[in-house]
C-alpha cells in the first residue's frame, strides 16, 4: 500500500541529517538571484541603495505587478516531520505515528511563504504506514516539478487532509496540480467516490472555489488531471484577505496530488528613487554637480545653502559672497538686475546706472513721469506741457488731474463748459434773466420782481405763484382757490379739486381746500352727505343695516352680522348663522321647520340637547330611541308592558297580574309576565317565600310541623301522624281518649294513667285495680306484662331520640 517504505525513509533520514544546499533563485525572473535582488518578487526593479524601499530605477517599460508572496516548496525538507500533539516536546516521523487523529505542521523558512497541514481520521485506520503528507523531491510519479526540484505530496490519508497557505491579501493565484494515476492492466488508479479533491481560496469577503470532485469518480469525470500537471489562474480580487486550501480524502497510496509553484500577485506600483543614496540631493542634481548618486558622503558644494551646488550658479561679480545666479543686484550698484536691463545698463557694471531725472529710483526709461512734477509724460505731451521740466505743468482750474485744455468742466462744478454761462466759476453756471448776474448768486433769477424765494416758478418771468398747488401758476389757473370765502370769489366751478363750490357747500366740504372733497361711497355723483342709499345697494340708508356696505343690508337680530350677503360680493363683513339670535342657527331651524328669522320661534327640543325633537332620535334623552320608547317624550319611562297607559317605571304591577313587581322579583317570579305568578299555598296574596304561614292554619311555619297541610301542624310524638288523627299523640300507649278518661296528659309521653295490675285499664277506671293472683286475671298474663312493659320501654325510647 505505497511505495518502498524502507528507502524512502532511509533517504528522508539521509536527507535530514544534511545541511540545506544553497542554490540559485529568481523569484521574480528579472535575472537577478533573489539574495542580491531588493525586489526578489517585482522583475521592474532589483535595487535599492538607501533601503528606504524604493528602487533606485525602476525598469522602462516594466508593468509591475508584483508578486505578493510565492512557494515552490523549495525551503529545506520538512514533508515527514511533524509535531505529536499527543506529546509536543518529541518530533515523529509522520508515517510511524499510526492512528494519530490530528497532525499540524507549520514550517516556515526563508523568504517563501508557510502553510500548515491539518489532519482528521474518519475511519479505525487513521495513518499507518505509508501514509504520506509533506515536501518531496521524490519524482517517480510526476516525472519532475513545475518549478524547483521539490513539490507538496498528499497521499493515502486514510481519513481528511488539508493543506492550507499563509493567509494573502493579493489579486489573483497561480498553482500547478498532479493528480496521479496509475496503469494497472491498461486501468486507472481505482479513485472511487468516496474519494474528492476540493480546492478553494477562502477569502474575507467571499469563498471562491475552485476545485470540488465531491461524488465524482475521478476515474472518468476528471480524467483532464489525471498523470499531468494542470495550471490554475485564478481571480482573487473580490475575496478580499483570505487562505488558499487543498483538501484530499483518500484511502491508497496510488490516490495523490502533488502541488507546485503557487504564487500570489498583486498591483504594486513601485515608484522610482529619486535621491538614491538619500543625501538630500536628486540623483540629477548630483550628476549635474559631479558628485556620486549612489554614495550618501559624495554631495556637492552649496557655498549659500540656497539648494543649488556652486557649479551651477556661476561666478560674484560683486564679492558679497552670493553667488551671481543667487544675487538680485550682481554689481551691488543698488539697482536690482531685473531693473538694469529693462533700463538699458549693465548688471554686471557698477558704474553703468540708469537715468533717473526725478531721483525716484525709477529709470527715465520706465517712469512714466520723468520730471516727478505730478504729471504724467503722456498727460503733459496733450497738454502741450514739456515733460521733461518739473517747473513746466498744465493748468487744472478744479484740480481733477485732467488739465483744462482737454477738461470737458474746467470748473468742475458738474455743467459741462457748453452749457455752462460761467465755465470758469465753479459756482456759476446759469443766467436765467440775462442780467450778467449767476442765478446762485441773482435774488431774483427770472427778473419778474418777485424774490426766488417767495416766487413758484423763479426761473418763469411770466409766473410767481401757484396758490392750490396744482402746478398751474396762478396767472394761467382759472380757479387758484385762493379765496378766502364765497363772497369775495363769487360762485363757479374750481378746477382745483374738481367740485364745484356750490356743491362742495352742499355736501359739508371746504370750497377753498382742494383736499375736502365731498365723500361719495358709491360713486353715484351725488355725495354721501346728500346720497339717501350710500352704498347703492337699492335699500334707503334709513333701512339699511349696513348702509356702507352694498353687500348687506339686513340684520334681523341687529348684532352686527348681517342675515346674508349677496351672492359674488366682495365684503369683510361674514353673514350671521343665526339671524333672529335666538342660539338655534338658521339651517337647524330650517330643518325643525320653526321661523329662521323670528326670534320667539324656536324649535321645539323636548331633552335641551341642542337636537330639535324632528331631528332627535331620542327626544326625551332617556337613552331610548323614539320608536322603541312608548313614552317618547317622558326621559322617566320608556316602556308599558300591560299597556294600562302607565310606564313601568311607575307602574307598580307592570304585568298586571295582581301582584306588585316589587313582590314577583321577592318571590323569584318575572314581573312582565302575567302567566308567571309566585306561589301561594293558602291564598292569601302572599306568596310563600314570604309568607310566615304559608298553609294559613293560624301557626306559623317555624312552629308548624306540618307547614304544608292546613289540616294539621302538629306531631307530638314524631311518629308522622298528626295529632288530629293520630289516636295516641304522645305515643305512650296509652290512647288519648283513654288519658284523659283517666285525667292525664294525652300530650304527654311521660304522663301515663297508673295501671297497678297492668289490665290496660287505669286504676281510675279499673273495678279491680289491684291482681292479687298477680297474672291479671289472664293465663300467662305475667308474662304478657312483662313483653308488653319492655316493648313499650323501647318504643318510648325511640320516640323521644325522634323527638
Known amino acids: ?108 523558512t526563508g523568504s517563501e511563504m508557510g502553510f500548515q497541514l491539518y489532519y482528521e481520521s474518519t475511519g479505525s485506520n487513521g495513518l499507518t504506514d505509508g501514509d504520506f503528507f509533506g515536501v518531496v523531491d521524490y519524482t517517480g510519479t510526476v516525472g519532475s516539478f513545475i518549478d524547483g526540484d521539490k ?12 493543506l492550507e497557505l499563509d493567509i494573502v491579501d493579493a489579486d489573483s493565484v497561480e498553482f500547478s496540480l498532479y493528480v496521479q494515476q496509475k496503469l494497472q492492466s491498461g486501468q486507472h488508479t481505482n479513485w472511487e467516490t468516496a474519494d474528492k479533491i476540493v480546492i478553494w481560496f477562502d477569502g474575507a469577503n467571499s469563498e471562491i472555489e475552485i476545485l470540488n470532485t465531491t461524488g465524482d469518480d475521478i476515474d472518468t469525470a476528471h480524467t483532464s488531471l489525471l498523470g499531468t500537471w494542470t495550471t490554475y489562474v485564478v481571480d482573487l480580487t473580490s475575496a478580499g484577505a483570505g487562505s488558499l486550501k487543498f483538501m484530499l480524502q483518500s484511502n491508497a497510496a ?35 554637480c559631479g558628485t556620486d548618486p549612489l554614495d550618501g558622503a559624495s554631495v556637492p558644494s552649496d557655498s549659500d545653502g540656497n539648494g543649488i551646488c ?40 557698477s558704474s553703468d546706472l540708469p537715468p533717473d531725472m526725478d531721483s525716484d529710483g525709477v529709470c527715465d526709461a520706465l517712469d512714466d513721469d520723468k520730471d516727478g512734477d505730478g504729471w504724467s509724460n503722456s498727460d503733459e505731451e496733450n497738454c502741450g506741457t514739456d515733460g521733461e521740466s518739473i517747473s513746466s505743468v498744465p493748468d487744472d482750474m478744479d484740480g481733477d488731474g485732467t488739465c483744462d485744455y482737454i477738461d470737458t468742466d474746467t470748473d468742475g462744478d458738474g455743467v459741462s463748459n457748453v452749457n455752462d454761462i460761467f465755465p470758469s466759476n465753479p459756482l456759476e453756471w446759469e443766467d436765467s434773466d440775462g442780467d450778467g448776474m449767476g442765478d446762485n448768486t441773482d435774488p431774483d433769477d427770472d427778473g419778474d420782481g418777485v424774490p426766488d424765494l417767495d416766487d413758484a416758478y423763479p426761473s418763469d418771468p411770466n409766473e410767481s405763484y401757484d396758490s392750490d398747488g396744482d402746478g398751474v401758476g396762478d396767472n394761467a389757473d382759472p380757479d387758484d382757490d385762493t379765496c378766502e370765502d364765497a363772497t369775495n370769489c363769487g360762485e363757479g366751478f374750481y378746477p382745483g379739486d374738481g367740485i364745484s363750490d356750490v356743491e362742495e357747500i352742499a355736501c359739508n366740504s371746504d370750497p377753498f381746500d382742494p383736499t375736502s372733497i365731498p365723500q361719495d361711497e358709491d360713486s353715484d355723483g351725488v355725495c354721501d352727505y346728500m346720497d339717501q342709499d ?37 365684503t369683510t363683513l361674514t353673514a350671521d348663522l343665526d339671524d333672529d339670535g335666538d342660539g338655534w342657527s338658521d339651517e337647524d331651524e330650517i330643518k325643525c321647520e320653526s321661523e329662521a328669522d323670528i326670534e320667539t320661534s324656536v324649535p321645539i327640543d323636548s331633552d335641551s340637547d341642542g337636537l330639535c325633537d324632528g331631528e332627535d332620535n331620542d327626544d326625551d334623552g332617556d337613552g331610548y330611541d323614539d320608536t322603541e320608547d312608548a313614552f317618547p317624550l317622558d326621559p322617566t319611562e320608556n316602556s308599558d308592558w300591560d299597556q294600562d297607559g302607565a310606564g313601568d317605571n311607575s307602574d307598580p304591577d307592570d304585568d298586571n297580574d295582581g301582584w306588585p313587581d316589587a313582590d314577583e322579583i321577592t318571590c323569584d317570579s318575572d314581573s312582565k309576565s302575567p302567566d308567571s305568578l309566585p306561589a301561594d299555598l293558602d291564598l292569601d296574596s302572599i306568596c310563600n317565600d314570604m309568607d310566615s304561614d304559608m298553609d294559613g292554619d293560624g301557626f306559623v311555619n317555624e312552629m ?37 278518661d283517666c285525667e292525664y296528659d294525652p300530650n304527654d309521653s311521660d304522663s301515663t294513667p297508673p295501671d297497678s295490675d297492668s289490665d290496660g285499664i287505669c286504676d281510675l277506671l279499673d273495678l279491680t285495680p289491684i291482681d292479687t293472683e298477680g297474672d291479671s286475671g289472664l293465663p300467662g298474663f305475667g308474662l304478657v306484662v312483662a313483653l308488653t312493659a319492655i316493648i313499650g320501654a323501647g318504643a318510648l325510647a325511640n320516640r323521644r331520640i325522634e323527638a
Open 704 to 740: 308548624d310541623d306540618f307547614p304544608l297541610d292546613s289540616s294539621d301542624w302538629r306531631d307530638t310524638d314524631g311518629d308522622g301522624i298528626g295529632d288530629i288523627d293520630d289516636d295516641d299523640d304522645d305515643g305512650d300507649g296509652w290512647s288519648d281518649s283513654e288519658e284523659r
Open 151 to 162: 513539490g507538496y505530496e498528499m497521499s493515502d490519508v486514510d481519513g481528511i487532509a488539508t
Open 534 to 570: 350710500i352704498d347703492n345697494d337699492g335699500v334707503n340708508d334709513s333701512e339699511d343695516g349696513f348702509p356702507n356696505d352694498p353687500c348687506a343690508f339686513l340684520d334681523t337680530d341687529q348684532d352686527g352680522l348681517p342675515d346674508f350677503i349677496l351672492e359674488s360680493c366682495a
Open 1 to 108: 500500500m505505497g511505495r518502498h517504505i524502507p528507502a524512502i525513509t532511509a533517504t528522508l533520514l539521509i536527507i535530514l541529517s544534511m545541511s540545506p544546499m544553497v542554490q540559485a533563485t529568481d523569484t521574480d525572473g528579472d535575472g537577478y538571484d533573489d539574495s542580491v535582488d531588493a525586489f526578489p518578487n517585482d522583475p521592474c526593479a532589483n535595487s535599492d541603495t538607501d533601503n528606504d524601499g524604493l528602487p533606485d530605477e525602476v525598469s522602462s517599460g516594466c508593468t509591475s505587478n508584483g508578486i505578493l508572496a510565492h512557494t515552490s516548496f523549495e525551503d529545506p525538507l520538512n514533508g515527514t516531520i511533524y509535531i505529536d500533539t499527543g506529546d509536543s516536546s518529541v518530533d515523529r516521523y509522520l508515517w510511524n505515528n499510526a492512528g494519530e487523529s490530528h497532525v499540524s505542521h507549520n514550517v516556515t
Open 310 to 349: 556652486d557649479i551651477e550658479e556661476g561666478g560674484d561679480t560683486d564679492g558679497d559672497g552670493v553667488p551671481d545666479l543667487s544675487d538680485s543686484d550682481d554689481d551691488n550698484d543698488g539697482v536690482s538686475d531685473e531693473d538694469e536691463l529693462l533700463c538699458g545698463s549693465d548688471p554686471k557694471m
Open 254 to 288: 496510488t490516490e495523490a496530488i502533488y502541488v507546485d509553484n503557487i504564487t500570489f500577485t498583486g498591483g504594486t506600483a513601485l515608484v522610482e528613487d529619486y535621491d538614491d543614496d538619500n543625501d538630500g540631493w536628486t540623483d540629477s542634481d548630483e550628476a549635474d
